[in-house]
C-alpha cells in the first residue's frame, strides 16, 4: 500500500539554524500538508499545498516557515531560524483532492529538537 | 472555531476487555469527523471518519464511532481489545470549505495481559 515518507526521522539543531524537512506524498495525491505537534499539545495544522501554492495556512506559519515541491515527488518544509519552540513532530500529509471529506495520509513523522 | 478535546491522555485496559475513547468536539454545524492511530514509528493511520447519514460508523481493525449531535461527540469504540491495539489515538475535527483537521491532544492506549 502507498504510503507517505519523511526523512529525517530525527533531527537536533542549534537555535538560529535553518532546517529543512523532507516528505515524499503518495504520487498520486494533489493536496499536501504539514502539521506539528509540541510534546504533551495537539496536532497543529500548519498549511496546505495544492498546485505549486499554498492554499491554507494557520497563524503558526509565519515568516520564517516555507514549503516547497521542489521536485515531482518531495514536499519540503524550511524553517529558516530555529527557536527553541519549533522543538517538535512535524508530520507530512497527502491526500488525493483538498475537501475536507479526503483522507488525509499521514507520514510518521520528524521529531525536531533545537537546542 | 473548531477544537477537540479528548478527556483522557492515558487508557490501561486489559487484553479482551471492551474499550471507549472519548472524544468532544465545538463546532457550529455538524463537522467531519475522524478518529486516526499512531503506532509507535509509523504515521498516523485512519480508523474511520463520519460526514453525515448513520451516527454509528464502522471503521477499520474492529474499532466503531458513535456521533451523538446532543453531545458534541464522537467516542470510538471496540468490543474487545488486542494487545497490537495499545496505540496513541487521536480524535480530529474538519469543517466544510476548509480542507485541515483540528486534533485532540491523543490518547495513549495501554494494553496489558
Known amino acids: 500500500e502507498p504510503e507517505v515518507t519523511q526523512t529525517p526521522s530525527h533531527q537536533v539543531t542549534q537555535m538560529g539554524q535553518e532546517v529543512i524537512l523532507r516528505c515524499v506524498p503518495i504520487?498520486?495525491?494533489?493536496?499536501f500538508y504539514w502539521y506539528r505537534q509540541i510534546l504533551g499539545q495537539k496536532v497543529e495544522f500548519l498549511v496546505s499545498f495544492y498546485n505549486n501554492e499554498i492554499s491554507e495556512k494557520s497563524e503558526i506559519f509565519d515568516d520564517q516557515f516555507s514549503v516547497e515541491r521542489p521536485d515531482g515527488s518531495n514536499f519540503t518544509l524550511k524553517i529558516r531560524s530555529t527557536k527553541l519552540e519549533d522543538s517538535a513532530m512535524y508530520f507530512c500529509?497527502?491526500?488525493?483532492?483538498?475537501?475536507?471529506?479526503?483522507?488525509?495520509?499521514f507520514g510518521p513523522g520528524t521529531r525536531l529538537l533545537v537546542l | 472555531a473548531q477544537s477537540v478535546t479528548q478527556p483522557d491522555i492515558h487508557i490501561t485496559v486489559s487484553e479482551g476487555a471492551s474499550l471507549e475513547l472519548r472524544c468532544n468536539y465545538s463546532?457550529?454545524?455538524?463537522?467531519?469527523l475522524f478518529w486516526y492511530v499512531q503506532s509507535p514509528g509509523q504515521g498516523l493511520q485512519l480508523l474511520l471518519k463520519?460526514?453525515?447519514?448513520?451516527?454509528l460508523v464502522q471503521g477499520i481493525k474492529g474499532f466503531e464511532a458513535e456521533f451523538k449531535r446532543s453531545q458534541s461527540s464522537f467516542n470510538l469504540r471496540k468490543p474487545s481489545v488486542h494487545w497490537s491495539d495499545a496505540a496513541e489515538y487521536f480524535c480530529a475535527v474538519g469543517a466544510p470549505g476548509a480542507n485541515n483537521l483540528f486534533f485532540g491532544t491523543g490518547t495513549r492506549l495501554t494494553v496489558i495481559p
Open positions: 504520487s498520486n495525491h494533489l493536496y
Open positions: 463546532y457550529g454545524a455538524t463537522p467531519y
Open positions: 500529509a497527502s491526500s488525493p483532492f483538498g475537501t475536507p471529506q479526503e483522507t488525509q495520509y
Open positions: 463520519y460526514f453525515s447519514g448513520d451516527t
